[in-house]
């Protein structure tokens, strides 16, 4: 009972962050790392994904694309630490957004029972 009440207050559940890079040369092309870490007990954990989307203010994400999506099937030990490559391409004809909107990495963790984490990168495209 205290498994799943923690459970419900996401106590205890992996974490998942892109960690990017310095821009390079080109803006356009992002890269990083997905950082994941286990909980306090282990985790079946089923993908990663992530998406590009368009957020404003008080308002659901809309997306824009998917990014990737990286399908497994592994047990993430209590403790235990993990990464992922990361590149991606945005497309060259992202429109620049109005006053309150902003373009992001929506990052999720996938794990038994449909249970997720989430992380969310700002992306500015000039």
């Known amino acids: 009972m205290l498994t799943k009440w923690m459970n419900g207050l ?27 870490s286990g909980s ?43 990464e992922y490559p990361f590149r991606y391409e945005l497309p060259r004809n992202l429109p620049l957004l109005s006053e309150g909107k902003s373009y992001k990495l929506q990052t999720r963790l996938v794990y038994e029972n449909n249970a997720k984490s989430f992380d969310h990168d700002e992306i500015v495209v000039n």
Request: with cysteine; hydrophobic share 40%.
């Open 40 to 82: 306090w007990r282990k985790q079946n954990i089923k993908r990663l994904e992530c998406d590009l989307v368009v957020v404003e203010r008080g308002m659901k994400p809309v997306l824009v694309e998917p990014v990737t999506t990286v399908l497994m099937t592994r047990t993430m030990e209590a403790g235990g630490y993990d």
């Open 10 to 36: 996401r106590i205890g559940k992996p974490k998942v962050d892109l960690v990017l890079d310095s821009k390079g040369e080109d803006p356009y092309v992002l890269s990083g790392i997905f950082q994941l």
